[in-house]
């Protein structure tokens, strides 16, 4: 043991030596972002290692402990050693195969401390730490090692000291299930919190003769990442999450009993309570915390792609971005069925119909559901056939229709949880959209898992949503996957994992309490800092006759299409029953507007109350600019200053009238014409719950003869 010290002296001499010849402050125990504001550092206090956090010399998170709880093993977070640290500096730029920003900068410190134990088995864990400009990151090693070969987490004893109360925004924790409104409330409110607000009330409804999942009811005071939290000053924006989710279980945070401003990992278990099973070498997903000094910044940043691996898609090109229609709300609305128990909605003449009116308004693709057999009894006990259309379903025709006018089927797997028999069945699966020609898969795991006790969120479904987008890449098909693991940043090493659920999408409006007002000016800074969201806006009729007078959706018509624009994802539905959209005016911007950005810009925001974002098309030089608001009405202004300089624009305004409102008049808007340049603002006079959707585009000599300057 003496020996083993004095080598470490001897390393951290000569470590702090080859650093000092690039900075007297480096220090050997942590990583400091290029920028020298943030530091992100481990200390070993009597043996346990500890990391910490710091901005501009405050305190983020103060030193919280690190280490494992290990099944039929002794636990691995104490009596450790350094035994050499290493750093690395980063600095490159990749290019998204789609994406919000068209080029995207890596630049980041890392550092790598290797650890091992003094005594006993002498096992070792490497800890890697990163500093970035918008955040920092740090994930657990194992090394191939002697005595070392397996792995049972019986849990990760990771903290987040995070020093002060903070105002936070969360959903809470539940190991099958994201849908639910956040809640804004002081961060040591969360300890208190009921865990259970109310369980998804369709699983709820579920009578099957199956338990139920474990209810999150016996964990209290848990929520699910990420977490947004804006510091007491309101001088920093922070959000923790996790990056890189492959072969564990995803993290959740239960707030200490004693310090509510402390925050413990809590791992999803397999049914037998084990955390995670693996072997070595292995490494966790990385532990992230963004930091931001204003809200837009936590959404423009790309921390959690640049912590994930490059791209294994080499060619990229059949990868596309896409807007869609699809028969879909007219089943949530109880207009059509899935089955054949009642007005089928997936017939070949329907598809056709929907086709027409995408290639008619220039949207790329129709999502199909309920076109496979097995629907009379979902979550009855019987099987979905992956295989077997509807006797009045013709995939290979409507494939065909859709070819000639240029649109796109997107195919759908509803597993209802039942994994087994969707594995059994995948590779028919795949190969039948394979042939046919479907270039895009919507899956579904509407339902508890089984086998009984598997969780959605957990590492054994972890490792079932990653096969299944290594097989879509394989058959070149993109995924859309409805609830799903949440996202850790993925999309960069499978640009085929497009969008995803994990979110109290537009559904819920048909058939549950509607989501309020604030909901949707929540998510940008919360659910969709993880990445892309299939929400499925664009409701034009928002007070539909078939459902429930109390089911509808709580916007304006303008807010709808500017949270197309808001609410970012790569494969964008307009969600109405395409006969809504006939005759309005306001399809214009749906047919416009893409799904693929080269640059973002979060203009204005407040969580929870309003936000402005502008992106530049990738295929044009046209700007969108959406700005939406919660139950509150109010007049913003948003400046044009991200134009081209000397270059004038025509914009186009989709807006409330002044009469408009969300619970009286929610249909009413207007269409506004006029040139603009970089130097002039936009007013948006948003009704409560109301919108404004604008298209800016390069006028051309004719326009600037036509138009007059924006009044
Ligand atoms: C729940 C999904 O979120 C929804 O989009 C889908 O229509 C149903 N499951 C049926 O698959
Ligand atoms: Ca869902």
Not at 65 to 81: H, I, N, Q, S, Y
Not at 470 to 490: D, F, R, Y
Not at 531 to 555: A, S
């Amino acid at each position: 043991m003496m020996f083993r010290r004095s080598v470490l002296l001897v390393l951290s001499a000569a470590a702090v030596l080859a650093f000092a010849a690039c900075t007297a402050t480096t220090d050997p125990m942590t990583a400091t972002s290029p920028d020298g504001t943030l530091t992100i550092g481990v200390e070993l206090q009597d043996g346990r290692p500890h990391y910490h956090v710091e901005a501009d010399g405050d305190s983020l998170v103060a030193a919280s402990p690190l280490g494992f709880e290990l099944e039929e093993a002794p636990p691995l977070r104490d009596g450790f050693e350094v035994t050499e640290t290493t750093q690395r500096t980063l600095d490159t730029t990749w290019t998204p195969a789609w994406g919000t920003q068209d080029t995207v900068r890596n630049h980041f410190v890392e550092r790598t401390i290797r650890l091992r134990e003094t005594e006993g088995p002498e096992r070792r864990l490497d800890l890697v730490l990163r500093a970035y400009d918008d955040g920092v990151a740090f994930r657990y090693r194992w090394p191939e090692q002697n005595g070392l070969d397996s792995l049972r987490i019986a849990s990760e004893d990771t903290q987040f000291d995070l020093t002060t109360d903070h105002t936070a925004w969360w959903i809470p924790d539940d190991y099958d299930n994201y849908e639910w409104v956040y809640r804004e409330t002081p961060l040591s409110a969360i300890r208190d919190s009921a865990a259970a607000i109310s369980y998804n009330s369709y699983l709820e409804e579920v009578d099957d003769g199956r338990p139920e999942t474990t209810s999150k009811d016996d964990r209290p005071g848990t929520v699910n990442p990420p977490l947004t939290l804006r510091s007491p000053d309101a001088d920093r924006y922070l959000a923790l999450h996790e990056a890189a989710l492959t072969d564990y279980s995803s993290m959740t945070l239960r707030a200490d009993p004693e310090t509510p401003t402390t925050l413990h990992t809590s791992l999803v278990p397999w049914p037998d309570g084990v955390k995670v099973k693996a072997s070595v070498p292995h490494q966790t997903p990385w532990r992230v915390l963004q930091v931001a000094d204003r809200p837009g910044g936590l959404i423009e940043s790309h921390l959690l792609q640049n912590l994930n691996e490059p791209s294994k898609i080499e060619d990229p090109s059949w990868i596309e971005p896409m807007t869609y229609v699809g028969i879909w709300w007219g089943m949530h609305i109880d207009k059509y069925s899935w089955g054949r128990n009642g007005v089928h909605g997936a017939t070949t003449e329907r598809t056709k119909r929907y086709m027409d009116f995408a290639a008619e308004h220039d949207i790329d693709g129709v999502l199909v559901e309920g076109w496979n057999t097995g629907w009379e009894t979902w979550l009855g006990g019987d099987e979905f056939n992956f295989t077997e259309s509807y006797p009045d379903f013709d995939l290979q025709e409507v494939v065909e229709y859709g070819e000639e006018k240029g649109v796109a089927l997107i195919g759908h797997h509803e597993t209802g949880g039942d994994v087994p028999a969707y594995e059994s069945q995948m590779d028919a699966a795949f190969d039948l959209y394979d042939e046919a020609g479907v270039p895009a898969i919507k899956t579904g795991y509407a339902g508890p898992i089984r086998p009984e006790g598997v969780h959605h969120h957990g590492q054994q479904m972890v490792n079932h949503y990653r096969r299944v987008v290594k097989m879509a890449a394989e058959h070149e098909i993109v995924l859309n996957v409805h609830e799903p693991v949440m996202a850790t940043g993925i999309e960069r090493t499978w640009p085929n994992m497009m969008t995803r659920e994990g979110v109290r999408g537009m559904e819920y409006n048909a058939w549950d309490e509607p989501s309020p007002p604030s909901h949707d000016v929540t998510l940008p800074f919360t659910r969709m800092l993880a990445g892309p969201l299939d929400y499925t806006p664009g409701i034009f009729n928002l007070t539909p006759e078939e459902t429930m007078p109390d089911h509808r959706v709580l916007t304006t018509l303008s807010k709808q299409l500017a949270n197309m624009v808001v609410l970012y994802s790569p494969v964008q539905m307009a969600a109405d029953l395409v006969e809504n959209y006939e005759g309005e005016a306001a399809v214009e911007f749906i047919e416009r507007v893409p799904a693929d950005w080269s640059e973002s810009y979060v203009l204005q925001a407040r969580i929870g109350a309003s936000i402005t974002i502008a992106r530049r098309a990738r295929d044009s030089d046209a700007w969108y600019v959406g700005t939406t608001t919660n139950e509150e009405a109010r007049t913003l202004d948003v400046p044009l200053d991200f134009l081209d300089d000397g270059q004038t624009y025509v914009a186009h305004i989709f807006e409330d009238t002044p009469e408009a409102d969300y619970q009286d008049n929610p249909h009413a808007y207007r269409i506004r014409l006029g040139l603009v340049t970089a130097r002039d603002t936009i007013e948006a006079a948003l009704a409560r719950s109301g919108g404004q959707a604008v298209i800016l585009e390069p006028a051309t000599a004719a326009e600037r003869e036509e138009y007059d300057i924006l009044e």
